[in-house]
């Protein structure tokens, strides 16, 4: 299995080096012909107007829709999270994949970062430790989005809409690995529904 990163702006490094800790092929994607034989892709936390200047610049937009379209297992973590989502409430290009509404910068500025332990669903053991940095909430999921893990007061922060998958939280941040368990085993499953060439 091979899961390529954006490695646009952000921290995709350290999603790589998750990966890598898992023994899991890393490719960087950069350019259109980056996503060629990726079986799925990571959209990391980062700067989300930049992200997507960059994306446009880069020709990467349809590639990257058309890539999820194809049931390839997409995962966003905080601004890949506003960066996957169909509704940002601003007028800013997204790839418009998941039936969310997200709030940008929900939780204030960098000073307002804060960690909580995260119960998420289909991930066993003590509670995740999310890393909030400037980070969005989810305010709204169609119906077809599941609803994986909300802090104590119900604000959602991390859902998932059949290969999708997005975080507003930063995994790639702490020491535990279980949520990128979570996300080669959902690559793995989608691999196994692709259709023959």
Known sequence: MRIGVLALQGDFIEHEHMLQRLGIDVAEVRLPGDLDDLDAV?????ESTT???LAVRFGLMEPLRRFAGEGKATWGTCAGLIFMSK????????????DIRVKRNAFGRQIDSFSAGLHIDQIEGPPFPGVFIRAPI?????????????????????ARQDNLVVTSFHPELTGDTRMHEYFAA???SCRHRQPEP
């Open 42 to 46: 990571i959209m990391p936390g980062g």
């Open 51 to 53: 992200f997507a200047k």
């Open 87 to 98: 509704d940002i409430g601003r007028n800013q290009p997204t790839l418009g994949l998941m």
């Open 138 to 158: 989810i305010e709204s999921v169609a119906p077809g989005v599941e609803v994986l893990s909300t802090l104590d007061d119900g604000t959602i922060v991390a």
């Open 186 to 188: 959902m690559a793995q």
